[in-house]
């Protein structure tokens, strides 16, 4: 049986990910900052840990269960990088591909009444309870799996899947930024076929990404920063010409890779054993170690269309205020609809596995939605609605 020699980021991570412990709880117990687990993390054995965290860590050991032990040791006898081996050295140096990746792209747009004149199929509610159908997304380049969800409080979201094999994540991210505008444009043309001789006031007003990453060459720290790259497409590309958008280059992503890139923003809610993954403010980025054990990505998608669904109402209301005008909602979707929206997003249910638990928090937490709920909230019932 593996046991503990010496506490590093990576012992002190999967003892967490034994316990089942979402990453607060776990930081608050041993007394240091969330951030702090999340470098560990990251780092793995290149993190020495400091004496007295490694005597809280062994006495927090000797109070484990024998199901936790047994799951800590078996997690600290897996394939693991060689000791001297840190994300720098050039041992490590990563490949920079080829990768299989699945884009999920998600663009919400508020509609208002107009989104119950366009044909649909009822669908199951998602985690935020909410009332919604779906139509074919019909977009030229997507999947057949790719839908245009009609949620009744008065918001249409495009969900596009499309499968990209790249030869680095530089190919991706000048994809994404060069398909970016189009996407916008091509949804804001596709409503307004489905919605013949309306005029819609508003339109599109961004892409977020969610990505799952099937297939590719890198392990340990170099699969934990490509997550990162996945979530942060910037550091890859040059866009001090939006219009021509070009990638870094070789060496740039290598660096970047070897280095182990991370973004402050980003939260890690992955699991060593089980999954990687990873949310940012533009996107997200899983990739499953076990998949029989790992999040599906229906749960994923689930979550990020009631997230952006309800992002795209929020901010209906709060962009009406700013403009001096009173907002207007759809009869029996006022505060009270808003209030229990976010009880149903950010109550944990007791079905829920840690994963799950922890991807919908990193999910929340970057996307920001439940500040601008409160506050969308707040608007409305002091206007009444």
Same mark, same amino acid.
């Given at each position: 049986m593996a046991t503990v020699v010496q506490w590093t980021g990576r012992e002190a991570a999967l003892l967490g990910e034994a316990m089942r412990l979402p990453i607060r709880v776990y930081a608050q117990k041993l007394g240091v900052d969330p951030k702090t687990i999340t470098r560990w993390r990251r780092m793995g054995r290149a993190t020495k840990l400091r004496p007295e965290t490694a005597e809280m860590l062994d006495a927090m050991t000797a109070l484990c269960s024998p199901e936790v032990l047994e799951t800590f040791h078996a997690s600290l006898g897996a394939a693991? $990088? &060689?000791?001297? &081996?840190? $994300? /720098?050295? *050039?041992?490590?140096? $990563?490949? =920079?591909?080829?990768?299989?990746?699945?884009?999920?792209? +998600?663009? $919400? !747009?508020? !509609?208002?009444?107009?989104v119950g004149r366009i044909d649909a199929a009822p669908c199951v509610p998602g985690p935020g309870g909410l009332e919604h159908r779906a139509t074919d997304a019909a977009h030229p380049e997507a999947g057949q799996e790719s839908r245009l969800y009609l949620y009744a409080c008065g918001v249409a979201v495009f969900h596009l899947v499309q499968r990209r094999r790249v030869q680095c994540l530089g190919d991706l991210a000048v994809w994404r930024y060069r398909t970016y505008a189009s996407d916008l444009s @091509? *949804?804001?043309?596709? =409503? %307004? %076929? #489905?919605?013949p001789g309306e005029h819609l006031a508003v339109s599109p007003a961004y892409v977020l990404s969610a990505y799952l990453l099937e297939e590719s060459p890198w392990e340990g720290a170099a699969l934990q920063a490509a997550l990162q790259l996945l979530t942060t497409p910037s550091a890859l590309v040059d866009r001090q010409r939006p219009d021509a958008i070009e990638r870094l280059g070789d060496d740039v992503e290598r660096?970047?890779?070897?280095? /182990? +890139? *991370?973004?402050?923003?980003?939260?890690? +809610?992955?699991?060593?054993?089980?999954? %990687? /993954? #990873?949310?940012? @403010?533009?996107?997200?980025?899983?990739r499953p170690i076990a998949p029989e054990r790992a999040l599906p990505m229906s749960a994923i998608v689930a979550l990020e269309l009631d997230v952006q669904a309800l992002w795209a109402l929020s901010s209906s209301v709060l962009d009406a205020i700013e403009n001096q005008q009173d907002p207007v909602m759809a009869k029996g979707y006022g505060w009270r609809f808003l209030r229990s929206a976010y009880t149903r997003l950010t109550a944990a249910r007791p079905q829920e596995t840690v994963q799950h638990q922890l991807m919908r928090e990193a999910v929340l937490t970057t996307s920001q939605l439940p500040g601008r709920l409160r506050a969308a909230q707040d608007v409305l019932r002091e206007s009444g609605i």
């Open positions: 693991a $990088p &060689e000791a001297g &081996e840190t $994300p /720098g050295s *050039a041992a490590c140096v $990563p490949a =920079l591909g080829p990768a299989t990746v699945v884009s999920h792209k +998600f663009v $919400p !747009v508020y !509609v208002g009444d107009a @091509w *949804a804001a043309d596709r =409503l %307004q %076929q #489905l919605l660096a970047l890779l070897a280095d /182990g +890139f *991370a973004h402050a923003d980003v939260i890690d +809610f992955g699991s060593q054993a089980i999954a %990687q /993954g #990873l949310a940012g @403010w533009s996107g997200l980025a899983y």
